[in-house]
Every structure is written in structure tokens, then in C-alpha cells.
């Protein structure tokens, strides 16, 4: 039997099409090898949002080579990201992988024998792309470029794909889009995502429903109104700021304000009592004075995000930023102002989740690291602990002992197993 290999790298986007590759494969009578030296199919899904993450694809890249000349019947194939419409280049940069094809695509070698399909055993939680592209072009974003504009998949076809998920077993649905908040506006009808939350909230053996990722200018009061009432949807909302500062914002292309944004999350924090907040930031944009960055650093003090996804700015070729502004700020004081933001960030997730030490919170088990299960609570905190038997899928009441910025660890509450809680 034929064996592939996917190696992922990037965003809950590429994780999703990886899975349907996977079916997509498993359906044509492939299985899963363990390394990619094992493999006669191998598709790298990349990303190219941060020089870090194309690095380590462009290494992947290369470190293929050896394997092709070794083993020229492999196949090999490029996806995600690093693919545009100038695949002509990428094939004399890298001749020795056979494909490439644009995110979400089917492979071209398959397009006339076989479709992505549903994760055929998917885990606990699943991932659903209810849109793909971007139509804000933020000035340091190169996913427009690369995935297209916006096209919103219809809430039919988006409600029956859930319906057959949780026929399969999956508990917790993510609904994927590059910004979720703007999703319907191609559609007739023209339905909002607060619509769509409806729908999928109704299907019934759901236990959980989130989404990403949110524009904070794009986020609208019904919206806030749907989160709120809908009983399945998670108190848990990701609302990417990237700076502290008006005029790196203006730069950025993010369309709002430092003001706009802090009144956002008041409103949101006044309709959904508990509910944790992520976003993203990054540093050293260019020409970001220290003040604009102790703007970031206070607007975190005062806003207290559970989490932070952070990086450091690199300019990515194609973009606006890259185009028109001189990557000014050297590395080392990216690196500085990286680390204050680690080390606020750290002493802030520290705090937020000592409070649940001593309470029960409810998890939905995903699965097993190093002896213990873990899951997540419907406000996305990372909880680990011991029960013997197997429990993936199973909503758990666990007492908190342990509480650390990453994780919670805790014991199973006995007589509460299956109780979900809010916490």
C-alpha cells in the first residue's frame, strides 16, 4: 500500500486542508507513514506570514532534495502560502518538487479522480473554513496576495459539513476564516456571521462552537448580541490589535483606533460576563518610536488579554510595508521590545490563571501527552490531568491544583464527569 506524508506549518487554515488532504489521500487507498523518508507522496502545506515560518519552509525545501535524487519515483508537492500564481519560479527555484498548488486546492495531479474530503476519524475538535482570502490588505499582510480575495462557502453547506462532523464524533467545531466578521458579504442574501453561529449552534450533539479570526473594525454589536445568547458559543473571542499606537495602526492599514479598539472590548466585556480575550501585536513595524511601543506595552497592561501571539515585524515581499516603508527598526530592538512583551505577557497569564485555582472547570478532553489527558475549558485554558480509562470527547468537570501562564493541572471531580461549566 502507497504511504504519504503532510508536514504542516502555519495557521488553524493550513491545519484544516491538511486534514482533508489526508482523507483526500486515505480515500485512494494511501495511509499515513511516519516520516516523510518512509513516504511516496510527501506535501509540505507552508506559510509565509513571518520570515521565521518561510525559513523553516525553505529548509524543509531543500532538505528534500537528497530524498528526490535518491528516490526519484517520490512525489513531491508544495502547497499553502508560499505558492502564488507565478508557479514557473518556484519550479526553477526548487525542480525537484513535481507539484504545486494554491491553498485549499486539490492537488492538480487528482482534480478529475478525487475531491478533499471530511477527516474520515477526526479527533474531538475540528476545524471548518467557512471563507477564504482577505479584502483588507493590511500593509504588512501578505495572505491577500496569496489566498485571493474574500469568498464565503453558503450556511448550507457550512451547517451540513458540521452536521456530518459531529456525526463522525467531533464535540467542538472552529469556524476558519481570515476575517470571520466579514463573512457573507459575497453571498446572496448577504447573511452575517451572527446568522451562521445560529445555524450551527442548532445542530444538535454540538457541545462547543468558536471562530477565527475577528478584525476589530469589522466586529459588529449583533455579533457581541449572538455570542452572548447562543449557548454552545465559547466565551472566548480573538481580536488581533498589532499595536498600542494610532499612528503605527494608520501605517498598518488597520482601519481603528487605539480609543475604537479599547471601547470594543468594553462593549464585549459588558455583553459576555468572563469571557477571555486573545490577540496578536507585533513589534518594531517600521519606524515605531519607543513611545508607539510603550503604547502596546500599556495597552496590554490595561486590557489584560489571556493570550498574546507575538512576533516581531519582517517584511514580507509583495506587501504594501515591504513596498513602501523602510524595515527601519534594527533587530536587536525588535528582539528587546519582543522580550518586554514576553515577560508582561508571562506575569499577566500568570494572574489570570491563578483565580481558577481551587474551582472546577469544565473540559472537553482532546487527547493524551505524557501520561496525563488534556483539554480545553470554553475559555481556551490548557488543562492537564490523570484518570485512568479512555475519555477523548468527554466533558469533565476537573479541579484546579496547578495553575501555571501555559497550563492548568487538576484531578477529575468525582460524581461530576460530563458536567460542562464556564469556566
Known sequence: MPKYHIWTIGCQMNKAESARLESCFEGLGYEAAASAAEADLIVLNSCVVRQSAESRVVNKLHALRPLKKTRPGVTLALTGCLVNSDTGRLQKTYPHIDHFFKPGEVPPWLEKTAELSLPRHPSPTAYVTISQGCDNFCAYCIVPYRRGRERSRPVAEITCEVRELVRRGV????????????????????????????????????????????HPKDMSPRLIEAIARLDKVCEQISLPVQAGSDAVLAAMKRGYTVEQYRRLVERIRESIPGVALSTDVIVGFPSETEAQFRGTVDLLSGIKFDTVHMAAYSPREGTAAARELEDNVSLPEKKARLDTVERLQEQIQAEINARLLGRAVGVLVEGKKRGKWYGRTRTDKLVFFRRDGDCPGELMNIKIEATSPWSLRGSVEPGNVNQEDKG
Do not use: C, H, M, W
Open 171 to 214: 464535540k467542538e467545531i472552529t469556524l476558519l476564516g481570515q476575517n470571520v466578521d466579514s463573512y457573507g458579504r459575497d453571498l446572496p442574501g448577504k447573511p452575517e456571521l451572527a446568522d451562521l453561529l445560529g445555524e450551527v449552534n442548532a445542530v444538535e450533539g454540538l457541545a462547543r462552537l468558536r471562530f477565527l479570526t475577528n
